[in-house]
């Protein structure tokens, strides 16, 4: 009997959950052992891709009844809309979209009995709303309208809640014009003088499958023109998602129960797009992943420290601290009530907290960390799905700068000033890598760690 063998399968299973699937397939050769292992591994993870064979796999797999009950996860991709125009399907000019042998497969989620764990990906290129950002916007072609994406929604939001048992789900690239709620009670189903009466927070089918979430993971999508990125920031929808629609929709009501959070989107937020972040306390939170998050408020430092009773993993995936902030009356009241402008009618604000400041504290705080996670992970292609593999390492854009009024790209740009602190900076970080157990020789390969397309980071 092999070493590998001879372990408890529980722990055989976990170490082949890394492979791919033509490893899979080859591990089922091993031994009889490694075939029964290895054929439910295969199985664990199916694809629902837009296609009619990836269709065909997913009816065989649900028909199968050997199969059927090893489904632990769902993976949906939502197909493009032009594909659906240029071939098969008929979309009128309201994007009202015909059911459709693919369509007609997400419901059948609900019949596997062992699903925990659903994702729903859309396409990264999202159309702007509707009014005075259609005329910037009114070139910019894209694959998944805001009423093709709403539709699909609502369809994953049925069968979840049809499901039932589904308490993981991670949506990448959602709209962010698909994230507003203005109704701080948006757990109670009742309508609000200040929301949509098709707001999420009115949908049955959504609020069924919100309810047993103990895991989340959003990556937030918006609008990005190559021509304008200036006007980028200035979209309605942008600030309603950060402002009140991520907090409505899925923080507030899921404060009890998340045990995992991710919130990632391809835009910086934080500081502007403002969130509120005070008040909002996860009393079970063990893992914490935040892409793209600025911080320039003490605040927003200890807001994460507040969680050290119980977070174990903590992923600050680019997420810098901004030095110097130049904003105009808008940005300047939401983050700095009293701030008062100068001459010009600008805001000027210096934050003087730098992370030899911060991982210190952490180290005081986060009592039960056991995995840390900062720099710039592999973006923008591969960091929302594989945020867990980033090391802590100093990186160079770990400090930032906003300027509101800079014209002619966006107003977040890195802060070269930072790399006077490297030395300090670093020390204090493996001050605290040492705290919560990581070895020297694993903090050197980080330090020195870079991303690899194929492998990862090496």
Same mark, same amino acid.
């Given at each position: ?198 707001? #999420? ?11 047993? /979430? @103990?895991? +989340? %993971? *959003?990556?937030?999508? =918006? ?48 500081? #502007? ?11 079970? /939170? @063990?893992? +914490? %992943? *935040?892409?793209?998050? =600025? ?164």
């Amino acid at each position: 009997m092999s070493p590998f063998t001879s372990m408890p399968v529980e722990l055989q299973c976990q170490c082949i959950q890394s492979l791919d699937v033509p490893s899979l397939k080859a591990f089922r050769l091993v031994s009889r052992s490694s075939a029964r292992i290895g054929f439910d591994e295969l199985f664990r993870t199916v694809v629902l891709g837009f296609s009619d064979e990836s269709v065909a796999r997913f009816a065989q797999v649900l028909g199968d009844e050997r199969t059927k009950p090893l489904v632990k996860n769902i993976v949906v991709e939502i197909g493009a809309a032009e594909q659906e125009m240029n071939e098969d399907y008929e979309i009128n000019e309201d994007w009202e979209i015909r059911e459709t042998t693919w369509a007609l497969a997400i419901p059948t989620i609900a019949e596997f009995p062992s699903v925990r764990h659903v994702d729903l990906v859309f396409d990264d290129q999202v159309e702007f709303e509707d009014g005075e950002f259609n005329d910037w916007y009114e070139d910019e072609a894209v694959l998944q309208p805001t009423e093709y994406r709403e539709h699909y929604m609502k369809l994953m939001y049925w069968a979840l809640e049809k499901a039932g048992c589904v308490d993981s789900l991670a949506i990448k690239c959602l709209q962010d014009e698909l994230c507003e709620c203005k109704n701080d009670s948006a757990d109670n189903g009742q309508a609000t003088s200040v929301c949509k009466m098709d707001c #999420w927070c009115l949908n049955a089918s959504f609020l069924a499958a919100r309810s047993p /979430l @103990k895991r +989340l %993971a *959003l990556h937030v999508a =918006t609008g990005h023109h190559e021509h304008l990125p200036q006007n980028d920031i200035k979209c309605p929808a942008l600030h309603a998602c950060f402002n009140s629609g991520l907090l409505n929709l899925w923080l507030k009501p899921l404060q009890p129960q998340l045990i995992h959070l991710t919130l990632y989107a391809d835009a910086y937020w934080g500081v #502007w797009p403002y969130i509120e972040l005070r008040g909002i306390y996860f009393p079970n /939170l @063990k893992s +914490l %992943a *935040l892409g793209n998050f =600025t911080i320039a408020h003490d605040w927003q430092i200890d807001w994460l420290a507040s969680h050290g009773a119980t977070l174990e993993e903590l992923i600050l995936d680019n997420c810098p601290i901004a030095r110097e902030l130049y904003l105009y009356q808008d940005s300047a009241a939401a983050n700095w009530p009293d701030l008062q402008p100068t001459e010009d009618d600008r805001y000027e604000k210096m934050y003087e907290t730098r992370w030899h400041h911060v991982f210190p504290l952490f180290q005081e705080k986060l009592r039960k960390l056991r995995h840390f996670g900062i720099g710039s992970g592999s973006w923008p292609d591969h960091m929302f799905d594989r945020r867990y593999e980033l090391p802590a390492k100093i990186a160079h854009n770990r400090y930032a700068s906003f300027n509101q009024g800079y014209q002619r790209r966006s107003p977040w740009s890195d802060d070269e000033d930072g790399r006077e602190l490297v030395a300090e900076d670093k020390a204090a970080l493996e001050a605290l890598l040492l705290a919560i157990g990581y070895t020297k020789k694993r903090i050197e390969w980080m330090a020195d760690a870079e991303w690899d397309a194929e492998e990862g980071w090496i």
